[in-house]
């Protein structure tokens, strides 16, 4: 059984950044497609970014495209989010999560990842 585990999250002001980790461990995720979801309060939980096992293919919601990067290093069995120009709107729990299944394509929606970690909190202060 694979564990998740997000660190990095915590609270900037409106234009600042922060880089968000996850950290895999109980098997490896070099050969998984991957993915970054976001959660705020009374809203449903919305995809981020995707990016395939080997890294090559990426995706990125419209809300975020310019101003995030989705990246992993299969070596370290991390997974990194680098979150730039941050807005307030940006305010959310932030999850990744393993897709899991062979590799065809990148998905975005949330009940298509098998293995999520709990969530780490990133709040930007307009």
């Known amino acids: 059984q694979v564990q998740l585990v997000e660190s990095g999250g915590g609270l900037v002001q409106a234009g600042g950044s922060l880089r968000l980790s996850c950290a895999a461990s109980?098997?490896?995720?070099?050969?998984?497609?991957m993915g970054w979801f976001r959660q705020a309060p009374g809203k449903e939980r919305e995809f981020v970014a995707a990016i395939s096992w080997n890294g090559i293919s990426t995706l990125y919601a419209d809300s975020v495209k310019g101003r995030f990067t989705i990246s992993r290093d299969n070596a370290k069995n991390t997974l990194h989010l680098q979150m730039n120009v941050l807005k307030a709107e940006d305010t959310a729990v932030y999850y990744c999560a393993i897709d899991g299944r062979p590799w065809t394509q990148l998905r975005v929606t949330a009940d298509e990842y098998a293995y999520w970690g709990q969530g780490t909190q990133v709040t930007v202060s307009s």
């Open positions: 109980g098997r490896s995720i070099s050969i998984d497609a």
